[in-house]
């Protein structure tokens, strides 16, 4: 079997192998078994680089026959390289094996390209978040109320996990929320305005939320690695609330 993909993440096995997580276009996450040859003893496939992958076997732990460069390889430092560590931990914790996902995988490479440019990373990174939020079906839709319901833009909502959007009026929360914010607020994360700052900045408090959801007790140790923002702005019952209605 021939795949195109990415090396997301390798450790040492037995001997001389190595196990390589790798990202492809056709099967999703895959995990392989890569032997080292003598005169490589420390070469394994690299990251940030698109390559097809000759593999076999029948079971989860594919054995990587070999592996051809089909392009350069992109290089990142500082920031753009902690952050694509960041996401591939993502992919690493959250992607299930043997399951096609190539909007994901459109959206790695679309991401990795771009955190070699010259662009602010914190979009990209939020950007990227959302896409895997929807492939693996845990985020909540912002562009209405639980119910349906158009949002008013001046109207405060109160947003949880399982409920999603719910119109509030000032009363003491029985299930604390994830944020509070305006229907302003909600639409403009819904049409993906990453070029506002008060946006990504809901986007980030959302977003973390979503992902200790989802990955339980055990801490992404990329994120030691990024600079630490903790929200610092209004709050309402100890919860972040959003009002973009106040910012226009």
Known sequence: ???????????????EKVLVDILTREAGLIRGVWRKKAKEARVSPGSFLLLEFELSGRSELKTIRSAEALGASIQLTGTALYSAFYVHELIERLLPVNLPFEPLFILYQWLISHLGGDVPIAPLLRRFELGL??????????????????????????????????????????VKPIVFLDGAAAMAYASGSWNNKYVLTLAKELHRAWLDLALGEKPLKSRSLLPASPYDGER????????????V
């Not at 021939?2 to 997301?8: A, L």
């Not at 079906?137 to 719910?166: C, D, W």
Request: overall charge positive; cysteine-free.
């Open 133 to 174: 939020f929807e492939e693996l079906g845990v985020q909540v839709n912002m562009a209405a109320t639980s119910r349906g319901e158009v949002l008013e833009p001046n109207q405060l909502y109160q947003l949880h996990h399982k409920f999603g959007l719910r119109p509030y009026y000032g009363e003491q929360p029985k």
């Open 1 to 15: 079997m021939r795949v195109q993909g990415y090396v997301i993440h390798t450790r040492p096995f037995q001997d």
């Open 236 to 247: 309402l019952w100890q919860v972040p609330i959003f009002k973009l209605s106040d910012k």
